[in-house]
């Protein structure tokens, strides 16, 4: 499975070109698995739902199953936020996973920069970025980036670049 990484600051853009990027390279025959990082609690289950009354009476992790799909949910309780490398191993194999967040993580990333709303260079430690996409003419290395300047709404080219990358070539 090949592992590339969407990041940038809050309100970059980075959920829409994670969608677009699914949309665009399913649509070529690839299988895409997506994990998105988020930075408060959340919670996908509804107070009165039979599997919320599961994990709130203290289940460990609760199977949802239907026709059309399934979740699954771990409690992680006080242990340690799961690392990037162990979530990956929860999922099936698939030719790409795009990974939303994970600032800090080893995979190499696409930047999403707006500098109307995003002024502050990620730190050292978000390498690698092997590439910035932005809305405005902007210089790469201004943002730790040795890697090429790709425009937002250009989602060919920017998921021609990933699938490069990734040596990644069409399904057969």
């Not at 030719?95 to 502050?120: A, C, Y």
Request: aromatic share 6%; proline share 6%; net charge negative.
């Amino acid at each position: 499975m090949q592992v590339f990484g969407v990041t940038g600051w809050k309100n970059s853009g980075k959920t829409t070109l994670v969608a677009r990027l699914v949309e665009n390279i399913s649509a070529r025959g690839f299988q895409v698995s997506t994990i998105k990082h988020a930075h408060c609690d959340f919670d996908i289950d509804k107070p009165g739902s039979d599997s919320y009354t599961h994990r709130e009476a203290g289940a460990a992790q609760v199977l949802l199953s239907s026709n059309r799909r399934w979740a699954l949910m771990s409690e992680v309780g006080d242990e340690q936020e799961p690392e990037l490398d162990e979530l990956l191993q929860q999922l099936r194999p698939v030719d790409l996973v795009i990974v939303e967040g994970f600032k800090m993580g080893q995979q190499p990333k696409i930047q999403v920069v707006r500098p109307s709303n995003n002024t502050e260079v990620l730190p050292a430690e978000a390498q690698p970025i092997v590439a910035i996409a932005s809305d405005e003419t902007i210089t790469p290395s201004d943002y730790r980036c040795a890697g090429p300047l790709l425009a937002l709404d250009d989602i060919d080219a920017i998921a021609n670049f990933v699938l490069d990358y990734c040596g990644l070539t069409r399904p057969s």
